[in-house]
C-alpha cells in the first residue's frame, strides 16, 4: 500500500473529448478511464495532494496534423469542443491547469515540455508523482520519463491508462520502456 500525501502529485494527462470514442483522434476505450480516474482524484484530494491535469491545446496550423505533413487529424485545437475535458472528469477547485504543444511550430508530447510544470511541483513540493490519462504510448510516455528524468518518483497508473496502438505492441513497448527507466506501476486499490 501507498499512502499518499502533501508531497505527491496526480498527474492527469489529456483527458480531452477528442481522444475520446467519437472524438477527432480518439483513443480505444479512452473514456473508460474517467471513472477511474475520478477514484484517484477523490484520494489525492482528501491527502491534500497537488492535482495537476495536462492538456494538447494547439492552433489550429500545428504541425502535427496533417495538412503541415504531420502524422495526426487536426485535434485538440484551442478553444474547440473537442480540447475540453471529458464532461465526466471531476477536476476539483484548485488543479493546475498545464496547456501544451500550444507552438505551431513544435510537437510536445509531455507535459513537461514548454511548460512551467516542473516549477509548479517544486513548488507544491511533491517529490512523487502519479501519472495516468491519454494516450499511452505517447504523452503519458513522455511525461512520465520526463518526470523520472527531473528527478520525481514516478508512478505509472496502470488502470487509469490507455493507448492508441497504431502499430500492434506499441503500448506494452512504451509500458516496458518506462518501467526499465525507472517508473513503478501501480493501481488504484494499492493507493490509500
Ligand atoms: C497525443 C497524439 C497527438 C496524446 C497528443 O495526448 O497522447 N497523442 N497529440
Ligand atoms: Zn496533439
Not at 14 to 41: S, W
Not at 118 to 139: I, M, N, P, Q, S
Not at 177 to 183: N, P, Q
Request: charged share 30%; aromatic share 6%; proline share 7%.
Amino acid at each position: 500500500m501507498i499512502k499518499v500525501g502533501k508531497g505527491d502529485a496526480l498527474i492527469i494527462v489529456d483527458v480531452q473529448i477528442d481522444f475520446c470514442p467519437g472524438g477527432a483522434l480518439p483513443v480505444p476505450e479512452g473514456d473508460k478511464i474517467v471513472p477511474v480516474i475520478n477514484e484517484y482524484i477523490r484520494k489525492f484530494k482528501t491527502a491534500g495532494a497537488l492535482i495537476v491535469a495536462t492538456r494538447d491545446w494547439h492552433p489550429p496550423n500545428h504541425i502535427s496534423f496533417r495538412s503541415q505533413g504531420g502524422p495526426w487529424p487536426p485535434h485538440c485545437i484551442q478553444g474547440t469542443r473537442g480540447a475540453e475535458f471529458h464532461p465526466d472528469l471531476r477536476l476539483p477547485e484548485g488543479a493546475l491547469i498545464i496547456s501544451k504543444a500550444t507552438d505551431p511550430l513544435k510537437e510536445a508530447y509531455s507535459g513537461f515540455e514548454g511548460t512551467d510544470l516542473t516549477d509548479k511541483l517544486r513548488e507544491a513540493g511533491a517529490k512523487r508523482v502519479f501519472v495516468g490519462g491519454l494516450a499511452t504510448e505517447y504523452c503519458v510516455k513522455n511525461t512520465v520519463l520526463d518526470a523520472v528524468e527531473r528527478g520525481f518518483e514516478t508512478f505509472l497508473l496502470e488502470d487509469a491508462v490507455r493507448g492508441i496502438d497504431v502499430k500492434p505492441g506499441d503500448v506494452e513497448r512504451a509500458i516496458k520502456e518506462m518501467l526499465e527507466r525507472g517508473a513503478k506501476k501501480i493501481t488504484l486499490t494499492e493507493i490509500k
